[in-house]
Nanobody, 115 residues
Framework: QVQLVESGGGLVQAGGSLRLSCAASGRVFSINAMGWYRQAPGKQRHLVAAITSGGSTTYVESVKGRFTISRDNAKNTVYLQMNSLKPEDTAVYYC?????????WGQGTQVTVSS
């Protein structure tokens, strides 16, 4: 049973920073691209950052230059460093493979950015 456990969210003022972490099962983590997705209230969940098993990264335009995705294969963990946060970044953040193959998403971690 693959499990994803996200953590690190919270309430922060605009311009602040947060670092999210996602711990995943070993085999699925090591051979797959991983990504951070987010879902704002009333909107669909979508991918915001991805990292391949080799470390190549891609970002959605709205977070480029502010977010950095990284992974520690030894710890089966993927991170999302979020800087210069904006109110529109408010959402529940999830991790999964890219494309999402793990049927049971984690509980996510809430990020709330106040103006």
């Amino acid at each position: 049973q693959v499990q994803l456990v996200e953590s690190g969210g919270g309430l922060v003022q605009a311009g602040g920073s947060l670092r999210l972490s996602c711990a995943a099962s070993g085999r699925v983590f090591s051979i797959n691209a991983m990504g951070w997705y987010r879902q704002a209230p009333g909107k669909q969940r979508h991918l915001v950052a991805a990292i391949t098993s080799g470390g190549s990264t891609t970002y959605v335009e709205s977070v480029k230059g502010r977010f950095t995705i990284s992974r520690d294969n030894a710890k089966n963990t993927v991170y999302l460093q979020m800087n210069s946060l904006k109110p529109e970044d408010t959402a529940v953040y999830y991790c999964n493979t890219v494309p999402p193959k793990i049927r049971d998403w984690g509980q996510g971690t809430q990020v709330t950015v106040s103006s």
